[in-house]
Nanobody, 127 residues
């Protein structure tokens, strides 16, 4: 049974930093792409970043490039999203997702493409 558990959200001021974690179990890690999505109130869930377990191949959307970094620790079965220089528009519930695929991490960027989800963690950036 696949299980994804996010943690690390919170309240931070503009310009601050947070690190989100996604602990995964029940996966054959090398066969999966792990992704972060976010959903702000009244908006659709949007893709933020993705990584393949088996290497350093990553993909981030343009709006977070230079501010966010996605990384993975295979030994801990955990994916991280380091968020720096946070802005109020980054406020959202952040979700971890997984998809079994051989495609590169930037190939699947729609929420409907992912079958496994965590419960989400709230990130609030105050101005």
């Amino acid at each position: 049974q696949v299980q994804l558990v996010e943690s690390g959200g919170g309240l931070v001021q503009t310009g601050g930093s947070l690190r989100l974690s996604c602990a995964a179990s029940g996966l054959t890690f090398s066969a999966y792409v792990m992704a972060w999505f976010r959903q702000a109130p009244g908006k659709e869930r949007e893709f933020v970043a993705a990584i393949r377990w088996s290497g350093s191949n990553t993909h981030l959307v343009d709006s977070v490039k230079g501010r966010f970094t996605i990384s993975g620790d295979n030994a801990k079965s955990t994916v991280y999203l380091q968020m720096n220089s946070l802005k109020p528009e980054d406020t959202a519930v952040y979700y971890c997702a997984a998809r079994q695929t051989a495609r590169p991490p930037g190939y699947y960027r729609q929420a409907r493409d992912y079958g496994y989800w965590g419960q989400g963690t709230q990130v609030t950036v105050s101005s």
